[in-house]
C-alpha cells in the first residue's frame, strides 16, 4: 500500500496533468484520508479559479475537487466536484 505522503504527490501529478489546460491558480492539498475498507485514500483537493467571462478582472472563486487514488497503486479512480456547504 502507498503511504499518505505518496498518495498526496500522486493527487497532485494527476491533478496537474487533468487540467493542464486550464489556468488553475493556487492548487493545494486540503485532506486526505484513507477509506474504512482501507482500498482508496479520499483526496479534497483546492484551487483558484476565473468563473466564465470574468474578462481577466480578479475575481477568482475558490473551488475544490474530490479525489480518488488507489491505496495500492497510486492510481487515479475518480475525480469529481466537491460543493462547499
Known sequence: MIDIKTASQAAMR???EIF???P???IHLEEIEL???GKL???LMSY???PSGSLGLDL???CH???KIDAETGALLAIKAYQTK
Open 24 to 26: 488553475f491558480e493556487r
Open 60 to 62: 477568482l472563486q475558490r
Open 41 to 43: 485514500w479520499i483526496v
Open 48 to 50: 483558484d479559479d476565473r
Open 65 to 67: 475537487k474530490v479525489m
Open 35 to 37: 477509506s474504512e475498507d
Open 20 to 22: 493542464a489546460d486550464d
Open 14 to 16: 494527476h491533478f496537474k
